[in-house]
């Protein structure tokens, strides 16, 4: 069995962040352990509170599992601040362990979950040693301070984050104003770059879309897909995660993280090759 870590913050309410990683890497059949960075108060209607773990902590977590298991693939999801993401950048640096960055900045209610000057930090010093990068639209638009209006400005903004270093830039388009469809756009350093699309699901229950279709691409990276193999099936996981949403609390409800091995000879992507 290949095991996976997740470096983030923990979702008291259990549809994002760690919570949504573990379940996700369970569904896929890899073994996930963990790095907390740390701990949010937190339900479907938002997050009410948010408590730093030590960087020197996060460091011990992180040290503790490359001292003993053998990891085939790494995500980061909520860093918070750059002392964390300096410290996990460094020990990563010295690994070949396939790095997945979701450049979670902003929870669903608006409250932030990484601080303004940690922005810097994710560009600097994770981006150049990450494999693929996984920015929603707001993401992308802060990560190269442009604004996001059209295909042409999706496929300037991944060529700015390709510049830093990393080998792979998805941007999602989740946030984008298509009533039909979720596309979302990849491209690779070597210039090649699909569009991936499902249809866009009516829901108002997508809290921790992002962390799971990142989870479930860094499981799919970890059991050794191609990086290509592993973007589409993470997103027939989401997909599906989706369409059987479960309406849990009384806000965003979460994601159904089973659904994927219920149903997934039933999903299709469409790619249109670029
Ligand atoms: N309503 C929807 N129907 C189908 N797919 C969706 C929908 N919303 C988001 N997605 C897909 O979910 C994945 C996560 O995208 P999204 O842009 O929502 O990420 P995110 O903004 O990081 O998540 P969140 O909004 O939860 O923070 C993408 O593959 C996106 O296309
Ligand atoms: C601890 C934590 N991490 C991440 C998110 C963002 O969630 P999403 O996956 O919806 O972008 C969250 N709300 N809480």
């Known amino acids: 069995m290949q095991v996976v870590t997740t470096i983030a913050g923990s979702d008291s309410g259990g549809g994002a962040g760690i919570q949504a990683d573990l379940k996700t890497f369970q569904e896929l059949k890899v073994f ?3 790095v907390i960075t740390a701990l949010t108060a937190q339900n479907t209607r938002g997050v009410s509170g948010v408590l730093p773990i030590e ?10 599992l490359l001292d003993d298991f053998s990891i085939s693939a790494v995500k980061t999801g909520m860093l918070f601040s750059s002392a964390i993401i300096h410290t996990i950048a460094q020990i990563i640096a010295d690994t070949n362990i396939p790095l997945i960055v979701d450049p979670v900045m902003i929870a669903k209610g608006g409250e932030s979950l990484l601080q303004q000057e940690a ?12 494999t693929i990068v996984t920015p929603n639209i707001p993401e992308a638009e802060t990560l190269t301070g442009k604004k996001i209006n059209t295909i042409a400005d999706i496929k300037k903004a991944a060529d700015h984050l390709l510049a830093t270093g ?9 946030h984008l104003a298509d009533a039909t469809n979720a596309t979302d756009y990849v491209f690779f350093k070597n210039g090649q770059a699909f569009s ?10 997508t809290h921790g879309t992002g962390c799971t279709f990142s989870a479930a691409l860094t499981a799919f990276v970890g059991r050794g897909l191609t ?17 059987h949403d479960l309406a849990l609390g009384h806000g965003h409800g979460p994601t159904n993280h089973f659904a994927y091995q219920n149903d997934k000879k039933s999903c299709e992507v469409t790619i249109y090759e670029s």
Do not use: S, W
Request: charge should be positive; aromatic fraction near 4%; glycine fraction near 4%.
């Open 227 to 243: 990086i290509k193999e592993a973007i589409i099936e993470a997103k027939k996981f989401i997909q599906l995660a989706i369409t």
């Open 32 to 34: 996930g352990t963990t």
């Open 55 to 64: 960087a020197a902590f996060v460091k011990q977590q992180l040290q503790a």
């Open 196 to 205: 991936m699309q499902t249809p866009r699901i009516a829901t108002k229950n």
């Open 119 to 130: 922005i810097d930090a994710i560009i600097h010093y994770l981006l150049p040693i990450a």
């Open 166 to 174: 990393v080998h792979c830039a998805i941007i999602k388009g989740g």
